[in-house]
């Protein structure tokens, strides 16, 4: 099966930035549609960031616009989320998932997405 693994995390001060990568292996990450999804401690897991399957769309939750970026590199098969002008409300573990999807777009709902990533920790702390 399709095999994630998210990197780049780590401590960053307030208004800092990050770059997350979520790496796949065994398949190429061209055929799904990509998604990060982030929970804090205590509090359910939120979907962030996706990008559509062909990279032509992009959706973000309302936290991450104008902050976040999400791109793919196909050469690496590699997903990347920059994170801009962070915040301490972004500290959280970072998912990434997949699915296989046809048609365009993408959606930030956990439970339509068939492959994770372990997760990388974002702590945003001065």
């Known amino acids: 099966q399709l095999q994630l693994v998210e990197s780049g995390g780590g401590l960053v001060q307030p208004g800092g930035s990050l770059k997350l990568s979520c790496a796949a292996s065994r398949f190429a990450l061209d055929a799904y549609t990509i998604a990060w999804f982030r929970q804090a401690p205590g509090k359910e897991r939120e979907g962030v960031s996706c990008i559509s399957r062909s990279s032509s769309s992009a959706n973000h939750a309302d936290s991450a616009k104008g902050r976040f970026t999400i791109s793919r590199d196909s050469a690496k098969n590699t997903v990347y989320l920059q994170m801009n002008s962070l915040n301490p409300e972004d500290t959280a573990v970072y998912y990434c998932?997949?699915?296989?999807?046809?048609?365009?777009?993408?959606?930030?709902?956990?439970?339509?997405?068939?492959?994770w990533g372990q997760g990388t920790q974002v702590t945003v702390s001065s």
């Open positions: 998932a997949a699915r296989l999807q046809l048609l365009a777009g993408c959606a930030l709902s956990s439970p339509s997405y068939d492959y």
